[in-house]
């Protein structure tokens, strides 16, 4: 209770009893006076002082638990936001994605199945796999095109004209990778150019392609003769053709042979057999093969090996047959598709162009342009290359400081009366290369605007493509403005690693085409990296791949056209020995 008294308190009496306090503290300190704020005083003792051994708090003991399982549910959170993050993601607006697949959904609908400007609904489902390889709808809506195709092969069919049949069915088949639709509008088209009265026409067609040797493919001799022994089989004209162009083909290969051209030989043997598998000549022309292919093999093996021991041992380029230059160069001359062979001579150009680099360093520009002229006869489109080109640009054009002819104003005794300090001061000046001028105004704008657009169009895709807009020519515009400038050289020795996540979205999306024009933009772009040889291995096989699905759905030209993009990637892999002999024993 407040010792204050309050008059206005009715119980007061008016008198205040005095109180001692607590005597035990008398003599000690006494603890200081709590401020009087007017109110009841209420003492609460804490619960743990009564009943709770060593002082522990149970609240604190109830309540333990709350942090660790705070952080089980974090945790679980996050794995699920990361095991999911797909389903998410598809949740995220996407607006370019989803523009061009409704657009092509409407040119779809509207009928307007291919062309090439951009606004068919095969073009803009493509565009869409393309930004999405992995997207379930553009897949889909490629299927939709091709059943759209066939459907519309089949009234053409109908209706009499043959023409739209056959370019129909020839999409459709692109697009489906054959069936049982297109194998039956195909054998319907073929029936109704015969009732029509196409025969004669046909076998004529087939005949001007066999005479211009144009033996296979979609138009060639071989299509066009089996084009009318499906509607007539027995049509004695069209068999005996179909024999002619076998004679043809084994010329070709025979040939081949004789000059050692395994591959072109290769490649022949197996459009015959996909033509002809039955062919008299056929076993004869492998054994052949197989002969010239083990002493190629091993005369193969020996240049680049040989190759490779050259250019760990220095000897990269020059006169004589022992350099790593020479050694590729004969292993091309075997095999000129020979993967092994091709980074070889990529590795030679940028063992020259470091050359180069260092004869720029040194202020020798007459032997750097040497090495980079040849090296760019190895590997034109290096972007390391072009760089050490706009450096040499803009080098000075002096000589290496141990082959600077002496001053001619200064005698030697005046030379030898100066002191070393002095001496060393008018060397270092004599080597300096002078400062290069300062870009005007103008070019720096330039040089900022052709970055800029470069990196917009590599963002786009724009790499090697369209020629002068395409970020590969816009870098080179500015280093040969500015051969120094970091913001173009760093562009420009970036795209290598573009264009392989391009070749990489190509070949999930199947756009086969594309992915080897990549390809070879990253065989030029830097020619000696190991990793190509992973790339091309990966293509090879998507070929492969579908030619067995084109020869499993009756498809045989289109498989050998296949087989013949997988063995040029591969001559000597074993899918493809396993597709050759699958497809010439016909099963």
């Known amino acids: 209770m407040s010792g204050n008294r309050d008059f206005n308190n009715p119980g007061n ?100 199945l291919d062309g090439t400007d951009g606004t068919s609904a095969r073009e803009l489902f493509e565009a869409a796999r393309a930004l999405e390889p992995d997207n379930d709808a553009a897949r889909q809506g490629l299927n939709e095109v091709g059943r759209a195709e066939v459907a519309r092969a089949d009234a053409a069919v109908h209706a009499g004209n043959l023409l739209e049949a056959t370019q129909a069915l020839t999409n459709a088949r692109e697009l489906l990778g054959g069936g049982s639709d297109v194998d039956r509008l195909a054998q319907a088209i073929a029936k109704a ?136 160069k004969a292993a091309l001359a075997i095999d000129p598709n020979n993967a092994q062979a091709k980074v070889g001579l990529g590795q030679v150009a940028q063992a020259l162009t470091v050359q180069a680099n260092a004869a720029i360093d040194a202020g020798d520009t007459e032997h750097a342009k040497q090495l980079i002229e040849q090296a760019e006869t190895l590997a034109p489109g290096s972007a390391d290359l072009v760089a050490a080109r706009a450096r040499l ?86 280093l040969a403005i500015d051969g120094n400038n970091p913001e173009a050289l760093s562009g420009l020795q970036s795209l290598p690693g573009q264009v392989q996540q391009q070749f990489n979205q190509a070949l999930r999306a199947g756009n086969l085409k594309k992915a080897g024009s990549l390809l070879d933009a990253l065989d030029n772009l830097e020619p000696g990296d190991a990793a190509l040889s992973i790339s091309r291995q990966r293509l090879a096989y998507a070929w492969i791949d579908q030619a067995e699905q084109q020869f499993d759905s009756g498809d045989r030209n289109n498989a050998a056209s296949s087989l013949e993009q997988g063995r040029n990637l591969l001559p000597n892999d074993p899918r493809v020995r396993e597709l050759v002999a699958r497809m010439q024993a016909g099963r």
């Open 393 to 478: 640009a803009q080098a000075p054009a002096t000589q290496p400081a141990e082959t600077q002819p002496p001053a001619a104003t200064e005698n030697t005794a005046t030379a030898t009366d100066k002191t070393p300090t002095v001496r060393k001061q008018e060397q270092e000046q004599d080597t300096t290369p002078p400062p290069q001028p300062a870009l005007t105004g103008q070019e720096q704008v330039q040089v900022a605007d052709m970055v800029s657009r470069a990196r917009q169009a590599a963002a786009r895709g724009d790499i090697m493509s369209p020629p002068g807009d395409c970020a590969y020519d816009l870098y080179r515009g500015a």
């Open 13 to 112: 009496s008016g008198r205040t009893e005095p109180k001692l306090g607590n005597l035990d503290q008398l003599h000690g300190p006494q603890p200081p006076a709590e401020p009087d704020d007017g109110l009841p005083r209420i003492q609460v003792e804490p619960a743990y002082r009564r009943g709770e051994p060593n002082g522990r708090d149970p609240y604190r003991k109830r309540h333990r638990w709350i942090l660790p399982t705070l952080i089980v549910v974090l945790l679980a959170a996050v794995g699920g936001l990361w095991f999911n993050q797909t389903r998410l993601r598809s949740l995220v607006p996407r607006t370019d994605f989803d523009d061009v697949l409704h657009r092509a959904q409407v040119a779809l609908q509207a009928g307007h």
């Open 193 to 328: 150019q015969v009732s029509s009265g196409q025969t004669d026409t046909l076998i004529a067609q087939a005949q001007q392609a066999l005479s211009q040797n144009k033996l296979d493919g979609p138009d060639g001799a071989a299509a066009l003769y089996q084009r009318v022994l499906s509607a007539e089989p027995d049509n004695a004209v069209a068999r005996h053709g179909m024999d002619q162009v076998g004679d043809a083909m084994a010329a070709q290969i025979q040939k081949a042979l004789s000059a050692n051209d395994v591959a072109n030989a290769s490649a022949g043997i197996d459009r015959l057999a996909a033509v002809l598998p039955n062919y008299a000549q056929l076993p004869n022309l492998r054994a052949s093969l197989s002969a010239l292919q083990t002493q190629a093999n091993s005369a193969l093996n020996d240049a680049i090996n040989q190759g490779n021991d050259a250019l760990r041992g220095g000897r990269i380029a020059g006169d004589g047959n022992d350099t790593a230059l020479a050694h590729f």
